[in-house]
């Protein structure tokens, strides 16, 4: 059961557009991550909210926690081609000890 | 300090066989979890271990098991291999305790074909 859907679900964009990519579910979570894969790689995380309408910039990044943590964006300004890769959402709630991600949000910036 | 080692990189196993994966943490994080990817599953939860016990278990058969050793270094084994396991493995160490809320730091993964 994939309780954390993302979208869209792929994305193609020049360089210099923004975008915003959606992680929605229908249960609450104690936190929610975000993850950027290359290929060949593992994920690598980019922030942390825990907040219920938390909002986190990370330079031309910005994360936001829904009111009632059952969902975030993240908003890209100004995409550059190194922001190309698979982008992930992830959610845990206390004590079940495990992060059930999202679908996946594969981004491609063309130069 | 050194990242998250997953051996082996890629392998080719064929239908039948059993196949174990290992991962050794950043050190000092005891808690390791293991994922399978694939494009059409995306990300998908095995199992988590603290300090050798496994507290959460994702739902996967009975031929996916785990264990972690007491350098919290932890091995998966997957038998009987069928085609549909063909996926990217991924381990993830933590230094997450009850609370459960940190980073995880995922190795490169192994890549398992499965003929």
């Known amino acids: 059961t994939q309780l954390l859907e993302q979208s869209p679900q792929f994305l193609s964009i020049q360089e210099g557009e923004n975008l915003t990519v959606y992680c929605n579910s229908s249960?609450?979570?104690?936190?929610l991550q975000w993850y950027r894969q290359e290929p060949g790689e593992g994920p690598v995380l980019l922030v942390t909210?825990?907040?219920?309408?938390e909002v986190k910039k990370l330079k031309r990044l910005t994360f936001q926690f829904g009111d009632a943590r059952k969902d975030s964006s993240l908003h890209i300004t100004a995409a550059q081609p190194g922001d190309t890769g698979l982008y992930l959402c992830?959610?845990?709630?206390?004590?079940?000890?495990?992060?059930?991600f999202g679908t996946g949000t594969r981004l491609k910036v063309l130069a | 300090k050194a990242g998250v080692t997953q051996t082996p990189r890629y392998l080719i196993k064929t239908r039948g066989q059993q196949v174990t994966l290992s991962c050794s943490p950043i050190?000092?994080?005891?808690?390791v979890s293991w994922y399978q990817q694939t494009p059409g599953q995306g990300l998908q939860f095995l199992f988590e271990?603290?300090?050798?016990?496994?507290?959460n278990k994702g739902n996967f058969p009975g031929r996916f098991s785990g264990r972690q050793f007491s350098n919290s270094r932890s091995e998966m084994n997957v038998s009987t291999l069928e085609l549909g396991d063909s996926a990217l493995y991924l381990c993830?160490?933590?230094?997450?305790?009850?609370?459960?809320?940190?980073?995880?730091?995922f190795g490169e993964g192994s890549r398992l074909t499965v003929l």
């Open positions: 993830a160490s933590s230094s997450l305790g009850l609370a459960y809320t940190g980073e995880l730091f």
């Open positions: 249960s609450v979570f104690s936190s």
């Open positions: 909210v825990v907040t219920g309408g």
């Open positions: 992830a959610g845990a709630r206390t004590q079940t000890y495990k992060y059930i």
């Open positions: 050190s000092g994080h005891r808690s």
């Open positions: 271990y603290f300090s050798e016990t496994q507290r």
